[in-house]
């Protein structure tokens, strides 16, 4: 099957501007610009079932209809903050093909009325950022970016911007924040970034990946679109997988893939040839699957993935095969949460940093039965009392840790 | 000299980013800039940035305390970062920092005697599929190096002081 976003993988040199438009690059941003509406362009994103891809799995037309049409300017920003540990995909997409994720960014702009958009990238993707500049400037200098473009009265600038390293800021009302200049924390929601976004004004944030998938769409329909994926998650996903398979990387296939395909067909197994111990199908945020024969061959959509106790978020999967001590991975992931906390709810800031001093204890051996019980009990408080999904990501892993995985936390305090 | 006497041209473009009743959001660019020479933001550049976005001088500082990649202290001309995070960890991103300390004779948050090199832990640097991997911080920005191995770090090191020496000569 040919890629609908890693396209570069069939096509050389995709991420030059000639070889882009030879290959249909930019058609669809012009047949939207010259020749639809703008409410015509998100009905086209609604009806292919398109859902965010930076985790929640929100629907993105529906995001681009709640765009308030009576404050004005709008915005529209991509989220490349990609900082979820397991997540490597934004990453290839832009260096690779950059222009279709650009040219996805550029017809949302136009859908929701905005003529400026920026690209929040993470601080490490210095380089990224660099190479994104250098490819605007050759869209400015084609005429696919500025004033007037195709001869309409539309007009859209893409200005990248660079964080600084905070987890935090992708979370869209802290990456807003962080955009203006101030420090990246979470705001009160509601009101929603489509009515009170970047400088108060209505704003659309998409993933990279989210936005990628855009230019296809318009190209092939929505019916094309849906003729991929399940009937809860249409389309393509890519897939970062990443622990303890011998093929780690990034895989895009339909939804509906089992972990047994992604695990073995494309990841080529596990290293050593050993079993499957549990899977964390969304990173660091991701509640531990137990794995059996049953759940390797579950279809991975958001509804499916939810029925084994987890969500597929931003389908991060990583795999922990049985030489992994689960007390350990807690360890790892509370020390990633205490690191990446903002500090501005007390539960999140105070509970990862007691969380990070018992897994500490406890993986050194030095622990008991009584501070197993307290971590469960303090990750269970935290939960539902955070502004972000930060608070509440960060005691997925402990809680399923634990209530699953019991005999990992019985060894590591008697040991 | 000022960041705006000695920058000109490049703060005109940051700003040019954005609205100009806005121009707060310049703050992050801007400690980039300020960081290039010296590898963190001292006290004058933080005033100098405070007077040019006008803004107070502690919600500059918030800001350099809030973002790890801006450093308000001194440390080796170059910061290797190692990623250490769970995905990392699984391939052996633990046993290459611990074997790269040995090698170089520090601990993690030390930095060589020639001054060259802090090395650091950090966290997930989205790069889990070609680990083990670390991030160089330096003068010339942030650069990704992917399935290290402690001999081919050290001869990074070996060409990062080569190019040190012939710089100064």
Redesign the interface.
Known sequence: MSHVLLRHRDIPDLNTLSVYKKNGGFAAFKKAVSKMQPNEVTDVVKNSGLRGRGGAGFPTGMKWSFIDNKNWPHYVVANAD???????K??EIMESNPFQFLEGLAIASYAVGATVAYIYL??????VA?FLDEKIAEMEEAGFLGDNLFGTEYSLKI?T???????ICGEETALLE???????QPRVRPPFPPSYGL?GKPTIINNVETFTNVPMILANGADWYKSMGTADSSGVKIF?????VRK???YELPFGTTFRQLIYEYGMGVQDGRPVKAIMPA??SSSLIVVDDKVLDTPMDYATVRTLGADLGSA?V?V?DDT?DIDW?VN??IH?FK??S?GKCTPCREGNYWMRNLTERIHSGAGSQGDVDLLLNVAKQMQGKCLCALGEFSTMAVVTGIERFPQDFKKAVKA | MSLDKKYPKEIKQLLAKYPPEHKRSAVMPLLYLAQREEGYVNKEAMQDIARILDITETEVASIVGFYSLYHDKKAGKYRMQVCTDLPCALRGADEFLNNLCENLGIKVGETTEDGLVTLESVMCLAACDRAPMFQTQGPDGIKYHEYMTVDRTMELIDALKKAEKEGKE
Do not use: M
């Open positions: 990609e900082s979820e540990p397991g997540t490597f934004d990453r993470r601080g490490e993707f210095w380089q660099a200005f911007h660079l964080g600084a390293g905070a987890y962080s955009l203006e200049g101030k420090r990246g400088y970062s997988l990443s622990g303890r780690p990387g990034n990173g660091a991060s990583i922990l992994v991975v790892k992931t990633f690191h990446e903002c």
